[in-house]
């Protein structure tokens, strides 16, 4: 482990699941903190259950939970229920994932927990936030760009929106926003002493992700519309285009240097050189001269070219072009055995995290009345 870091001593109690808290603790972890997980005893985490599996679990709960511990409890158990608030009352955070009240019904919310622990500092996530006519709701990532506004800003041509390619609100508005007012929390409490009480809600969080939105709406130019803004579709110099063999390219060259480049590149009509007031019509004439040709031929006379204009690649392209690492040095391997693999890279600065080495992903073991703090 690298000498001194930032959360070395910091114990993190998690209860939470599936993607957002895991994720969240996992980069507390890589940054030294001491992560126990608890889960429902017998099955564990849902996400243990899912496909392809690596050992006893799935590889996205191995790339998840690497290097943490993992205790089977019943949380509705008066016992079970009064041995986490032990291990609560010794914890610097508390992670916990459920649907607004359901912690303080099982007597492990905020209060239940200052009272064992003053200077905790307790981090919920929910989807709808801890208040309000949403909060009650079930939802997953999908459900929160779809209610937020933002899964229908991007539309084809019947207007129907797509699928979104990955789970943004999840990670971008449940994970990382955690991960940085759990570490603020932290300094604030180094400096006063205090416990914070964190509230994440994801769908409330996506709205940083439409900030462009909201900053043309407050200024008075309405709220966007569906597949005609600037990176909705609406402009040609931000657009995805088909291939003559089915594959597709990215045109992202807003700046003027860079489109003057690309219509020369590809040999746009003169005509459809300056876009302004004719975007649908240079969208169709752009669309044209791409399909005309393979995306092997688009991609020899896009390379080296600063036009910000590429071809939509594989993931087995991305990986032979060193964008997505396989090979990372930090690796994962399965509960008391030897096979391992490169797990998913960490975000974590390489200054600020654990040396690079294998780790094991927790089996899930019965908790018992000895610390389980390393």
């Given at each position: 482990m690298n000498a001194a870091l930032p959360l070395d001593g910091i114990k993190v109690l998690d209860l939470s699941t599936l993607l957002p808290g895991p994720l969240a603790t996992l980069m507390l972890a890589e940054a030294g903190a001491d992560v126990v997980k608890l889960e429902r005893p017998g099955r564990g985490d849902e996400m243990r259950t899912y496909d392809p599996k690596f050992g006893e679990a799935s590889a996205n709960y191995a790339v998840l939970n690497r290097g943490k511990r993992a205790y089977g409890v019943d949380f509705k158990d008066p016992a079970q229920r009064d041995r986490v608030l032990e291990l609560a009352a010794e914890a610097d955070v508390v992670m916990e994932q459920f649907r607004p009240g359901v912690a303080d019904r099982l007597g492990l919310g905020h209060d239940a927990v200052r009272a064992v622990n003053p200077d905790v500092v307790y981090c919920s996530i929910t989807g709808y936030g801890p208040t309000g006519p949403h909060a009650q709701r079930a939802g997953h990532d999908l459900n929160y760009l779809a209610e937020s506004g933002l899964l229908g800003v991007v539309t084809d041509s019947t207007g129907a929106p797509g699928l979104p390619v990955t789970v943004l609100a999840d990670i971008a508005a449940g994970t990382?926003?955690?991960?940085?007012?759990?570490?603020?929390?932290?300094?604030?409490?180094?400096?006063?002493?205090?416990?914070?009480?964190?509230?994440?809600?994801?769908?409330?969080?996506?709205?940083?992700?439409?900030?462009?939105?909201?900053?043309?709406?407050?200024?008075?130019?309405?709220?966007?519309?569906?597949?005609?803004?600037?990176?909705?579709?609406?402009?040609?110099?931000?657009?995805?285009?088909?291939?003559?063999?089915?594959?597709?390219?990215?045109?992202?060259?807003?700046?003027?240097?860079?489109?003057?480049?690309?219509?020369?590149?590809?040999?746009?009509?003169?005509?459809?050189?300056?876009?302004?007031?004719?975007?649908?019509?240079?969208?169709?004439?752009?669309?044209?001269?791409?399909?005309?040709?393979?995306?092997?031929?688009?991609?020899?006379?896009?390379?080296?070219?600063?036009?910000?204009?590429?071809?939509?690649?594989?993931?087995?392209?991305?990986?032979?072009?060193?964008?997505?690492?396989?090979?990372?040095?930090?690796?994962?391997?399965?509960?008391?055995?030897?096979?391992?693999?490169?797990?998913?890279?960490?975000?974590?600065?390489?200054?600020?995290?654990?040396?690079?080495?294998?780790?094991?992903?927790?089996?899930?073991?019965?908790?018992?009345?000895?610390?389980?703090?390393?």
């Open positions: 990382y926003p955690a991960v940085v007012n759990i570490l603020l929390a932290l300094r604030q409490r180094d400096r006063t002493g205090e416990g914070t009480h964190l509230q994440v809600s994801m769908t409330h969080n996506l709205q940083v992700l439409g900030y462009g939105y909201f900053a043309a709406h407050q200024a008075g130019a309405g709220w966007p519309k569906p597949g005609a803004e600037q990176l909705t579709g609406g402009s040609p110099r931000y657009h995805v285009y088909p291939t003559s063999d089915g594959r597709h390219i990215a045109c992202a060259a807003l700046e003027q240097k860079f489109w003057e480049r690309l219509v020369q590149l590809v040999g746009l009509d003169e005509k459809f050189h300056d876009d302004a007031g004719q975007e649908e019509d240079v969208v169709t004439a752009l669309a044209a001269r791409f399909a005309a040709e393979t995306s092997d031929h688009w991609r020899s006379v896009l390379d080296g070219e600063d036009v910000c204009t590429v071809v939509v690649a594989t993931f087995d392209e991305a990986v032979d072009a060193g964008l997505v690492d396989v090979d990372a040095p930090e690796r994962v391997s399965a509960p008391g055995g030897d096979a391992s693999f490169a797990t998913l890279p960490s975000p974590v600065s390489a200054a600020l995290r654990r040396a690079p080495g294998t780790a094991p992903y927790p089996s899930l073991a019965e908790l018992g009345d000895a610390s389980p703090w390393a």
